[in-house]
């Protein structure tokens, strides 16, 4: 099994970037698929969550600025994250569960998401 993030770099604040992650492995259509940051000293947190039937859930801080979306066909899930500010600075990664009642079985390797001021 494989999550291969993608899509990080260095981004002024106010702008754009588009995460991916793609799977192999695993049979993706089935599985829930999450992105989580972690910022140096924080702990690891939600960020987006999206469901096998395509329900999408967002923290606080990326509800209205982060799109989060899958196409199974490609095994992917995509994080498109607008407006972003210094404190979106962190690894972000993607992980898949098979349920909301489930932990996290896989996990991505990390994207770097650096956005200055």
């Known amino acids: 099994v494989q999550l291969q993030a993608s899509g990080g770099g260095l981004v002024q604040a106010g702008g754009s970037l588009r995460l991916s992650c793609a799977a192999s492995?695993?049979?993706?259509?089935?599985?829930?698929m999450g992105w989580y940051r972690q910022a140096p000293g924080s702990q690891r947190e939600l960020v987006a969550t999206?469901?096998?039937?395509?329900?999408?859930n967002y923290a606080d801080s990326a509800e209205g600025r982060f799109t989060i979306s899958r196409d199974n066909a490609k095994n992917t899930v995509y994080l498109q994250m607008n407006s972003l500010k210094a404190e979106d600075t962190a690894v972000y990664y993607c992980?898949?569960?098979?349920?909301?009642?489930?932990?996290?079985?896989?996990w991505g390797q990390g994207t770097l998401v650096t956005v200055s001021s």
């Open positions: 992980g898949a569960r098979l349920g909301p009642r489930t932990g996290y079985v896989h």
């Open positions: 999206i469901g096998s039937s395509g329900s999408t």
């Open positions: 492995g695993i049979i993706f259509r089935i599985y829930d």
